[in-house]
């Protein structure tokens, strides 16, 4: 392969590699950069003979002449009552992991902005070009502020009741309800109760859409109570003890929150119930908390690994100047079934 003929001291430059390739600076820019209109067998020799000069790219110099910071954030604002404790931001760091690969082998850096009070302050002087939000709202102070911005959005899991939402990934939320309700239906449950949190995303909507759709289906009657998000396991120990203290003769739990279902799990061994014989407990989301609760808890794998690949992909696709998608479907839930809905034999 072709090597530098540029003295050691001198750093290795696009020109040098432009001729050491013969062909453009154009060329080895698109090339480098997976952009434009390239043949993929220069694309390749380009790239190959950039890593045998020992090519690496001024960034600052390359910042100023595009305009591009070259890397996206990940934000929630997901309360930490609700991602924090045990779970250690848990569902954020599961697609934090991932994001960050998938978007170097981008040649995109991944910056991680936890949901906590100053992290707007944080946002508004944040060089970025992109972003992943996590489940937004639908008036998400977050989605409003990067808009203003201009910065490229793309949601795991649609914007909350907006008509024209932001690009998102499908976590299917509606299939992810049913596999939690026909699994406690499958046990014998006859009087499920729906637990979650009052505030305005998408997959809230969802459940509670599909818990009333399936008690109509099944007639089974309708038992909701919601929970002020901030409140997280406090939260879900207050709405259940409410709750049972209403029906009393609730034999499941359907809490979509990891954090309220722990909460409740509390509150109904409080009540002097068991788990799963009295009551069974199932959530959503397969992370920490479901996993070392005691029973340990049911709960479903959205396969975030799979998730946070798609997102960096469309928003990579978004920030290239490619629009035409504006939505992925994420993979298909599955069940992890556990102690608290699966009596002994």
Same mark, same amino acid.
């Given at each position: ?20 390739? *013969? ?22 020799? #380009?790239? $190959? ?12 110099? $390359? ?8 890397? +996206? ?24 992991? +991932? ?7 981008? *040649? !995109?850096?991944? #910056? ?18 992109? &972003?992943? !939000? ?21 949601? +795991?899991?649609?914007?909350? *009741? ?59 009657? #309708?038992?909701?109570?919601? #929970? ?17 203290? $209403? ?11 990891? &954090? ?26 397969? *992370? ?37 998608? $504006? ?19």
């Amino acid at each position: 392969m072709p090597r530098s003929s540029a003295p050691p001291s001198r750093r290795i430059t696009i020109r040098d590699v432009a001729k050491a390739a *013969g062909v453009s600076l154009t060329t080895v820019s698109h090339a480098l950069n997976d952009r434009g209109v390239v043949d993929p067998l220069t694309r390749a020799k #380009v790239k $190959q003979i950039a890593a045998d000069m020992g090519y690496r790219p001024n960034v600052r110099a $390359q910042r100023l002449r595009s305009g591009a910071a070259n890397s +996206i954030a990940l934000v929630s604002s997901m309360p930490f009552a609700v991602s924090g404790g045990v779970s250690r931001l848990g569902f954020m760091m599961e697609v934090a992991g +991932i994001a960050a690969e998938a978007a170097m082998r981008r *040649g !995109l850096a991944l #910056v991680f902005v936890p949901p906590l009070e100053n992290a707007q302050a944080f946002l508004e002087g944040l060089d970025i070009d992109g &972003a992943i !939000l996590l489940e937004p709202m639908t008036d998400d102070p977050n989605v409003r502020l990067l808009q203003e911005r201009g910065v490229a959005l793309v949601s +795991i899991g649609r914007q909350g *009741g907006v008509a024209d939402s932001i690009p998102f990934i499908d976590l299917q939320s509606t299939a992810t309800a049913h596999l939690l309700l026909n699994h406690l239906w499958e046990q014998g449950r006859r009087r499920i109760a729906l637990v979650q949190s009052s505030a305005a995303r998408d997959s809230y909507a969802s459940h509670k859409k599909a818990y009333e759709n399936f008690a109509a289906a099944h007639a089974m009657p #309708v038992r909701y109570m919601q #929970v002020e998000e901030s409140l997280g396991e406090a939260g879900g120990f207050d709405a259940c003890t409410r709750l049972l203290a $209403q029906y009393p003769d609730t034999d499941a739990l359907c809490v979509p929150v990891d &954090a309220f279902a722990v909460g409740a799990l509390a509150a109904v061994q409080q009540a002097g119930l068991r788990v799963p014989q009295d009551v069974m407990i199932a959530t959503r989301y397969d *992370g920490l908390r479901a996993r070392t609760a005691e029973p340990a808890l049911t709960a479903v794998d959205l396969h975030l690994e799979q998730v946070a690949t798609l997102a960096v992909e469309l928003l990579f696709e978004h920030l290239s100047g490619d629009k035409s998608r $504006q939505s992925a479907l994420g993979p298909k839930p599955e069940l992890r079934a556990r102690a608290s809905t699966q009596l002994d034999d």
